[in-house]
């Protein structure tokens, strides 16, 4: 059979099933979009529980808010001790696995369950500093030529040779890189780098942000990170 005829084929079959064709479509999408919400549903409160297993001794109970279009979560955690953070806020961002599409594209748009972590101080950071994946390096770049207030003063700076083949490390104070991320610091990083997309540290917001692959296993290992980070800026540096 030509391709002509094959396309003579379906068009025939299109017009005399087309209607069957498209209502069955419809419903194989309804039924998938409520399979993947449970399945979403299951994921998030798994994400929950690694949550307050891992900040169980650090803050009081975790209190926890749904995002618009229930993809996700937002959690809230005050400190017991206020010494280093004030509270700690994650958002959860969930692949859009109730539509049947996500597992079409996923292998293209490489769709992942995001994890942010907005660790909030009551220590001022002494600079700002951005460390993103090597990869995401021209994009940044791109940012500080289309936003020059923010990243103005924004330098790159060189730590050693296996770090900087991985993360690219900027701040708007250089000097004081490696007091804030000393070897060990950025070894642990560099131990992470699979799971980490961004680090911030917000000089004027007094915050430590992390962003990275949320799953069971990563998120005590993220939340960690932002641990040790402001632990870091503790010892080191005080108004």
């Excluded at 890189?177 to 997309?197: A, E, N, Q, T, V």
């Excluded at 962003?211 to 870091?232: F, H, M, Q, T, Y």
Aim: glycine residues 4%; contains cysteine.
């Amino acid at each position: 059979m030509s391709i002509l005829d094959t396309l003579e084929w379906l068009s025939e079959l299109l017009e005399v099933y087309g209607l069957q064709v498209v209502f069955v479509f419809a419903v194989a999408f309804v039924i998938w979009y409520f399979v993947g919400s449970w399945i979403n549903l299951k994921i998030a409160r798994r994400y929950a529980r690694a949550i307050e297993g891992s900040m169980e001794t650090r803050s009081l109970p975790v209190k926890y808010r749904r995002i618009s279009g229930g993809r996700g979560f937002r959690a809230l955690c005050l400190m017991r001790d206020k010494e280093i953070f004030e509270r700690m806020e994650i958002a959860i961002n969930l692949a859009d696995r109730d539509n049947v599409m996500h597992y079409v594209l996923s292998p293209i748009t490489r769709d992942e369950d995001r994890f942010l972590c907005w660790a909030f101080m009551n220590i001022k950071p002494p600079s700002n500093i951005e460390i993103i994946p090597k990869k995401r390096t021209e994009a940044f770049y791109k940012s500080m030529r289309k936003y020059p207030e923010k990243y103005g003063k924004f330098k790159l700076c060189k730590v050693d040779e296996t770090f900087d083949d991985e993360f690219s490390m900027f701040a708007d104070d250089d000097k004081i890189i490696s007091k804030i991320f000393p070897k060990k610091m950025c070894d642990h990083i560099l131990g992470m780098k699979k799971l980490i997309r961004n680090i911030s540290v917000i000089k004027g917001e007094d915050f430590i942000r992390v962003v990275g692959v949320a799953s069971e296993k990563n998120i005590p290992l993220l939340l960690d990170l932002a641990w040790k980070i402001g632990e870091c800026l503790a010892y080191r540096y005080r108004d």
